[in-house]
């Protein structure tokens, strides 16, 4: 034999998820389908807030096919949605129950479900079913002060404290204060297929069964066993293609609940598919926040201390994540900068609107843009650059491991590895900042609103703490991943293929990645958090590196060499100088059968699990720039250019990585500029279809250059990965605003989305005070 | 309501009698009554295109367009593309390129620019993200989507 192993990890090879993608042979939620189904629709509330008075199903009973309607009494057994990570008493009793009952508290709030033997017979009876609510005084703005949200209790459930050091020694000690009043707009992931579910119970096995899982089945298989009060072991869930997570799809909402309990009690599977109106209202929204937030800083422009209050808008109820978003908000805002003391309260509110939750870089796409505006402000203050105040302001590599006592996902912040202005100095080299500076004064001067922006960020990856893979070689040669981990479409099966071709020594086209399966794998905790890659890759490497030894021990008995002298290449193992006989890793497996005579005192099998823990997340980081002109006569922002510049530490499959950016480019900058859920005073949501609330088409992409960085990979997994799924999003919102700012003169831009109505007030206002 | 229609719909050159009422989408008709799930449904108001398939030749929403309307017309889906094992040179594209990640959108995609480079391979950069401006797709950016159609139409051109 001859030949060198591959290297498949840092190799831009294609996907394995493709060709069944691109020939319509995929299969999203509603392509499953399942004999004799039932068909679910939701009846939901009109109102944003009221007291649910009366449901008349007695028409749309009456309807043909129909063969149920559910309302709250008809449930009345089931729990309110638990939090995944389990019980919490504070938050309790702030839980959304799975249809309402009593009162309501958004307008898309589930009050009633029709089961039909149709789906279009269902969405007519749903029209029937007569729903009376006396409305209520809505509370839409999540800074005002707390209300009554059910007796004994406020719209404040909980206030998010954390912080460091001596705050009003800092203040008191400053050279220059700087307050801002920053907010961020109601936006979500917007994923482009709808959620779907579908319920099953297998009576002859007593598995009641959910198809159309995502993003994390196996953890919300724990808590569909809590909230059900069945055994794991009768609740499986299967994950297919999804069309885009982004953090939405994959929690447990009422519809999951009810298709679940409604297969068991009706004794027919029951599929529900949301619409695109129901998706806008009824799926978690993300990001709004409004900060108050004041910088003490010395006389050179160094950080003493950040003080910020926020107001964390939450919507109706507490979903699964509980306050996550909050508690990350606080434990991340401080970013790359070096800061002695700190103190945040986030004022986590209810209001009567959706429902929130994360949506791709939680917690960060908000702080992103909140600190960064607070560092340029702080730049302009002292009449410095905002290239130099970062400068001054930064953590240096030589700081690494910078551990700050705060937490994020319940995890302590423990900055892992990072040369943070190498990056910058990189990112300003490849756009060539000083030339841009320049084109953009003269271009100025001759009358165009143009602008230059800048944000940097620290990004977090890779939330253990552990994770699970088994990695079995079948005698036909084929080797199985089986992860516990998901797959939202980022490209999972790919990567993990890769790493487990490079320690197996195979073609990665050999290998099947099995995932989202309950039945397949006991443990695992899904795609959320930027973490399949670090966690399961890790994992997959240590499996790997199992079967490797096994195959190599039994393969030394067979070809009586030993295992030093042995390697594997492209799936056939011989001896490293290419001498003597060779044995493919498809025959090694079918000496190591239960039956096989060969195989000694082996454990059966060419198998092996592998684990792989962490204590800390790693923490990737980056650097964005972008040159945006405001179109003067509409007020329309035109990025012209864009950089990212993102470290990942080691990049499997930099062709995918850069996707990773691209696409979450493309996100943020919809939150940047035209996504926003807008309501009236009433709490009547505005945003309801594609024509009212804009997603970012390929018309609206930039000349985009994308630096992958791996200078800094991470010391706390052996492959040195860090997460690339939120890098791109993450500090969107921060540079366009820090650009548009720019064009304007600075001191403008407070708040996301950037709409061209707001600048165009502002230009105009401008010309008629000349 | 209920009254239905019996009609021909004739998809990638293959027949299939139909029972449906007059309200039944086209989409509807061509994932649920002839089992062809490849066009998928996004948006059902004709903004997003994940659900774009050829009628007579031209890229149609078929969630804004009825089954009765397509009565008689050449219907092409994502499942017509590929010929035997050989794929559509647009379905090599999108996986060279990287232009697809969860793929939903993929499809849509696929049957507008087979659509309109049929037509037109000799469009302009500006014409072309112009014509990819019509579809939504909320995990690539759309940057690899472009590459791939441009790097057809540029081979369609180059071919005599």
């Avoid at chain 1, 001896?575 to 498809?586: E, Q, V």
Wanted: proline share 4%.
């Amino acid at each position: 034999m001859t030949g060198k192993p591959t290297a498949w990890i840092g190799a831009s090879v294609a996907r394995l998820e493709d060709r069944p993608l691109v020939t319509g042979r995929g299969r999203f939620a509603d392509d499953i389908s399942f004999p004799h189904q039932l068909h679910m629709r939701m009846v939901r509330s009109a109102y944003a807030h009221g007291r649910l008075s009366r449901i008349d199903t007695s028409e749309a009973l009456a309807v043909r096919g129909v063969v149920a309607i559910w309302t709250a009494a008809d449930i009345a057994d089931l729990p309110p949605i638990d939090f995944r990570e389990g019980p919490n008493e504070t938050l309790a009793p702030f839980r959304q129950s799975v249809l309402a009952s009593g009162h309501v508290r958004y307008a898309g709030e589930p009050v009633a479900a029709v089961f039909a033997t149709d789906p279009y017979v269902a969405e007519d009876a749903a029209d029937l079913v007569e729903v009376v609510i006396d409305e209520l005084d809505a509370v839409i703005d999540a800074a005002d002060e707390p209300s009554e949200f059910a007796k004994g209790l406020t719209t404040e459930p909980t206030i998010c404290r954390q912080g460091f050091g001596d705050i009003a020694d800092a203040f008191k000690h400053a050279a220059k204060i700087v307050e801002l009043d920053l907010a961020i707009g109601r936006h979500s992931a917007v994923p482009l297929e709808t959620r779907g579910a579908i319920g099953r119970y297998d009576a002859a096995r007593d598995v009641l069964e959910l198809h159309g899982a995502a993003k994390v089945p196996h953890r919300n298989r724990e808590s569909l066993s809590r909230m059900l009060g069945r055994s794991t072991g009768g609740i499986h869930l299967y994950e297919s293609h999804v069309g885009g997570g982004f953090g939405v799809r994959g929690e447990i909402y009422p519809e999951d609940i009810l298709v679940l309990v409604a297969a068991m009690r009706l004794g027919r599977p029951v599929k529900w598919i949301e619409d695109r109106r129901e998706h806008m209202i009824a799926a978690n929204h993300s990001r709004q926040q409004r900060h108050r937030i004041r910088a003490a800083v010395d006389a050179d422009g160094r950080l003493l201390g950040i003080d910020d209050q926020f107001y964390h808008d939450q919507g109706a109820y507490i979903r699964t994540h509980g306050t996550r978003i909050a508690d990350m908000s606080c434990g991340i805002l401080p970013g790359p900068y070096r800061l002695p003391n700190y103190r945040v309260n986030g004022h986590f509110r209810l209001t009567n609107k959706t429902p929130a939750a994360t949506y791709r870089s939680p917690g960060r796409y908000e702080t992103n843009f909140v600190r960064e505006r607070l560092m340029d402000a702080i730049a302009r203050e002292f009449g410095l650059s905002r290239i130099e105040i970062r400068r001054r302001n930064l953590i240096a590599p030589e700081e690494m491991p910078y551990a700050r006592p705060l937490l994020a996902l319940g995890d302590e912040v423990v900055l892992d590895s990072g040369h943070y202005e190498a990056l910058l100095d990189k990112a300003l080299a490849r756009c060539n900042w000083d030339r841009l500076e320049r084109e953009v004064q003269a271009r100025r001067k001759a009358g165009e609103l143009v602008g230059l922006g800048v944000a940097m960020y620290v990004e977090k990856s890779g939330l253990g703490p552990i994770d699970g893979v088994r990695v079995h070689v079948h005698p036909s040669g084929e080797v199985e991943v089986i992860t516990g981990g998901a797959s939202v479409g980022q490209g999972f099966e790919t990567v993990v293929a890769q790493v487990c071709a490079e320690v197996l020594g195979i073609d990665y086209r050999k290998i099947r990645v099995v995932h989202g399966q309950t039945d397949r794998i006991e443990y695992g905790i899904g795609a959320h958090a930027t973490r399949a890659t670090v966690m399961t890759a890790n994992a997959t490497a240590n499996a790997a590196a199992a079967v490797r030894a096994k195959a190599l021990d039994m393969a030394a008995q067979l070809l009586q060499s030993s295992v030093g002298d042995l390697t594997i290449v492209n799936g056939v193992i011989g001896r490293h100088d290419g001498k003597g006989a060779t044995i493919t890793l498809g025959d090694t497996a079918h000496h190591l059968r239960p039956m096989s005579s060969t195989r000694g005192e082996r454990v059966p099998s060419l198998s092996a699990d592998g684990w792989f823990t962490t204590e800390h997340m790693t923490y990737p980081y980056g650097v964005q720039i972008a040159q945006v002109k405001i179109d003067q006569g509409t007020g329309r922002v035109d990025v012209e250019k864009m950089l990212i510049a993102f470290d990942v530490g080691r990049a499997i499959n930099p062709m995918l990585v850069r996707g990773q950016l691209v696409g979450g480019y493309a996100q943020g900058l919809g939150g940047a500029l035209f996504e926003e859920f807008q309501y009236d005073e009433r709490g009547q949501p505005l945003s309801v279809t594609f024509a009212d609330y804009l997603l970012p088409t390929a018309g609206d992409m930039p000349e985009l250059d994308v630096l992958i960085a791996e200078d800094a990979p991470s010391p706390r997994n052996p492959l040195g990965i860090k997460g690339a799924g939120e890098g791109g999003v993450a500090a969107v919102g921060a540079v366009i605003a820090s650009a548009v700012d720019d064009a304007l003169g600075g001191g403008l831009i407070t708040q996301l989305p950037i709409t061209p109505q707001a600048l165009k007030a502002i230009i105009d206002q401008r010309k008629a005070g000349k | 309501m209920s009254e239905r229609h019996d009609i021909n719909l004739k998809i990638n050159g293959a027949d299939y009698a139909v029972s449906v009422e007059a309200r039944r989408t086209l989409v509807d008709t061509i994932r649920d009554n002839c089992g062809l799930t490849g066009t998928h449904i996004g948006c059902e108001h004709g903004v997003c295109g994940a659900c774009t398939v050829l009628v007579d030749g031209e890229p149609v929403r078929s969630c804004l367009m009825f089954a009765v309307q397509a009565q008689g017309r050449e219907i092409r889906t994502v499942e017509g593309l590929q010929q035997g094992d050989r794929l559509h040179p647009l379905q090599e594209a999108f996986m060279q390129h990287h232009a697809l990640q969860c793929g939903f959108c993929t499809p849509g995609f696929l049957m507008l620019a087979v659509g309109v480079l049929e037509k037109h391979a000799d469009l302009s950069d500006e014409e072309l993200i112009d014509v990819l401006s019509s579809n939504l797709c909320r995990c690539t950016g759309y940057e690899n989507i472009i590459k791939a159609v441009r790097a057809v139409a540029e081979s369609m051109k180059a071919r005599p």
